[in-house]
């Protein structure tokens, strides 16, 4: 009956934990570093999405100039005629230069998500095996 609760109890306790159980500091730094870039790589995520959601798809009339602006309180002008041909007549945008923010906002934000969490994998899986880090 004890040796069912053991087995359990390994599976239950992560790499992490079992590194700072053991006192293992450069495996607890790794799982530290690992976490860390994982988080700030969805936090960029997260920003990248919110500032694209806020640009393409909230609208709203400012009413000192009585201009249409974006979620993000830019100047909306009518769209050229092949963009509008794409995307309908009733399509607005910001102009050509803050297109081409937008566009290396989103992707290269996207990038360095990736490369955080890559980063995070890497650091996971990097350096030798020490005590802590297999099953007993």
Same mark, same amino acid.
């Given at each position: 009956?004890? %040796?069912?609760?053991? @087995?359990?109890?390994?599976? +239950?306790?992560?790499? %992490?934990?079992?590194? &700072?159980?053991?006192?293992?500091?450069?495996?607890?730094?790794?799982?530290?570093?690992? @976490?860390?870039?994982?988080?700030?790589?969805?936090?960029?995520?997260?920003? +990248?999405?919110?500032?694209?959601?806020?640009?393409?798809?909230?609208?709203? $009339?400012?009413? %000192?100039?009585? #201009?249409?602006?974006?979620? $993000?309180?830019?100047?909306?002008?009518?769209?050229?005629?092949? &963009?509008? *041909? &794409?995307?309908? #007549?009733?399509?607005?945008?910001?102009?050509?230069?803050?297109?081409?923010?937008?566009?290396?906002?989103?992707?290269?934000? *996207?990038? &360095?998500?990736?490369? *955080?969490?890559?980063? !995070?994998?890497?650091? @996971?899986?990097?350096?030798?095996?020490?005590? !802590?880090?297999?099953?007993?």
């Amino acid at each position: 009956m004890v %040796s069912a609760f053991a @087995n359990t109890r390994k599976v +239950v306790h992560s790499k %992490s934990y079992r590194a &700072i159980r053991t006192g293992s500091m450069e495996t607890t730094m790794k799982a530290l570093a690992r @976490n860390t870039c994982k988080v700030l790589a969805g936090l960029v995520a997260i920003g +990248v999405f919110v500032v694209g959601f806020l640009a393409y798809f909230v609208f709203s $009339l400012d009413p %000192s100039t009585h #201009q249409q602006v974006d979620g $993000l309180g830019r100047a909306l002008e009518p769209s050229p005629w092949f &963009i509008r *041909l &794409i995307f309908g #007549q009733e399509r607005l945008w910001p102009g050509w230069g803050w297109w081409l923010t937008d566009f290396v906002w989103f992707w290269g934000g *996207l990038g &360095i998500a990736y490369g *955080l969490f890559q980063l !995070g994998e890497r650091t @996971n899986m990097s350096g030798p095996a020490t005590d !802590g880090d297999h099953e007993r």
